[in-house]
């Protein structure tokens, strides 16, 4: 079919100027920067390389913000991203756990005020994606004051979460200090290892958090240690005292617990049995041994001595036991953690 004629006036019409388009014209493209010189294609790693959209924004203001953008548009370099087509624009792909992450991010960095006042919905999720994005591009600076409140409002608030592992990521990567002392302190409580993994809640721990929750599993272990290390000192207590007086009954009932803790302890270098517990079950299963045949015992041990020739070694231990489980079970860690995490407490 021949090509239909142009009027006159459509054949001295100049065509109209228009923004380079990227390869794939299926991506909705959106200026963050009309005048900008880069085209970003969104794509997130963990859904396959899945494509979201393309962002027009500045080679400069991603330079200055961020390290990782200005080593990509550094000539000297020589990647290819820091190569201009003919007229003048450069492709990148940024990686993102979500296009809404990296839309509110570019938004900051190119002081698009108004464009930040619609996303006034943000919810954990959101916050968390982005704490994601601005490490991975070393950004947190400037994010920060704009999650804050985000982070302090119903929507960011405990109770609208179920993952405390992210939301202690969110408090690690603004350096939210009181997030971070509440979520490490509900971590330190109930993780757990399974088949080699950190899981919390029935799900493994994001692999970013790892390093902070070694710092948390190694803080565990000192409560656990310093019990089952009172259990092994009030153990040969009994084993020596015993060796030289004929034991009470009571005696033999606070002997028995001893063994009986020492078998649920193990060994403290690795315990399998202790790793797949959370450190609340653990001092849960503490006292609940320690409760094993010691009502009334004290006065019970009394009555059996009267008159007897029997000697008496303590009638107290599993008590005293008890005491130190809740007193290490009740401990407050959060603000250790911080500084072991290397967050500064201003």
């Keep these: 079919m021949p090509e239909p004629q142009k009027m006159p006036e459509q054949q001295n019409m100049p065509e109209p100027q228009k923004m380079p388009e990227p390869q794939k014209k299926s991506l909705k493209c959106h200026d963050i920067d009309p005048a ?10 963990e859904l396959g390389n899945k494509e979201f959209s393309i962002l027009r924004v500045s080679s400069k203001v991603l330079s200055l913000a961020s390290p990782v953008f200005a080593a990509m548009f550094d000539p000297v370099k020589g990647f290819k991203e820091s190569q201009p087509d003919s007229k003048g624009i450069k492709e990148i792909r940024v990686a993102t756990p979500s296009e809404t992450a990296a839309t509110i991010a570019m938004n900051i960095l190119h002081f698009r005020t108004k464009a930040l006042a619609t996303a006034n919905k943000l919810f954990a999720i959101d916050l968390y994606n982005l704490a994601i994005f601005s490490d991975y591009y070393q950004i947190h600076g400037f994010l920060k004051y704009f999650v804050w409140p985000h982070a302090n409002s119903p929507r960011g608030s405990r109770a609208s979460r179920t993952d405390t592992a992210s939301w202690l990521w969110v408090g690690i990567t603004f350096k939210m200090l009181t997030i971070v002392k509440a979520s490490a302190q509900e971590v330190f409580e109930r993780i757990k290892i399974q088949d080699g993994k950190y899981i919390l809640d029935g799900e493994h721990v994001p692999d970013v958090l790892n390093k902070y929750v070694d710092i948390i599993w190694k803080e565990r272990k000192k409560p656990i240690q310093a019990f089952t290390s009172e259990v092994e000192k009030r153990h040969l207590m009994f084993e020596t005292e015993s060796q030289h007086v004929d034991a009470a009954k009571c005696d033999l ?40 045949g010691c009502a009334n015992q004290y006065h019970d041990c009394q009555k059996q001595l009267a008159g007897s020739s029997a000697s008496h070694i303590s009638c107290d231990t599993a008590e005293k036991l008890r005491e130190l489980a809740t007193k290490l079970e009740n401990g407050i860690v959060g603000s250790s953690l911080v500084s072991a995490f290397g967050i500064a407490a201003t």
């Design 253 to 292: 009932v606070q002997l028995g617990t001893l063994q009986f803790l020492r078998l649920k302890t193990g060994s403290l270098v690795h315990n399998p049995t202790l790793d797949g517990m959370s450190f609340k079950d653990i001092f849960q299963m503490f006292k609940h041994t320690t409760n094993r």
């Design 36 to 45: 900008g010189d880069v085209l970003a294609t969104l794509y997130s790693e």
